[in-house]
Nanobody
Framework: QVQLVESGGGLVQAGGSLRLSCAVS????????MAWFRQASGKEREFVAG????????NYADSVKGRFTISRDNAKNTVRLQMNSLKPEDTAIYYC?????????????????WGQGTQVTISS
């Protein structure tokens, strides 16, 4: 059974930085795409950033381009999200997600394995 465990959330002031990490376990091979999604209170879950298995293909939501960077280490089965220049509107629960399908893109429906989420709160 695949398990994803996030860490690194917290409370920071606007303009600050946080780094989220996600450790994946349960299979002998690395996922294809891995991604971060977030869900703010009262809103639907949305895509934030994603990365392909080899790391050569990354994708970002327009709202975080230039501020967030996704990376992965397949040897350690981890994926990270470096978040800089944080804004109050970045406040949400952040979820790590993995897909073992080579046909996955960046939609919520493409991901079958999810972490429990980590809270990120940005104060103004």
């Amino acid at each position: 059974q695949v398990q994803l465990v996030e860490s690194g959330g917290g409370l920071v002031q606007a303009g600050g930085s946080l780094r989220l990490s996600c450790a994946v376990s349960g299979r002998t091979f690395s996922p294809y795409n891995m991604a971060w999604f977030r869900q703010a209170s009262g809103k639907e879950r949305e895509f934030v950033a994603g990365i392909s298995r080899g790391g050569s293909n990354t994708n970002y939501a327009d709202s975080v381009k230039g501020r967030f960077t996704i990376s992965r280490d397949n040897a350690k089965n981890t994926v990270r999200l470096q978040m800089n220049s944080l804004k109050p509107e970045d406040t949400a629960i952040y979820y790590c997600a993995a897909s073992y399908s080579p046909y996955a893109n960046w939609a919520v429906r493409d991901y079958g394995d999810w972490g429990q989420g980590t809270q990120v709160t940005i104060s103004s």
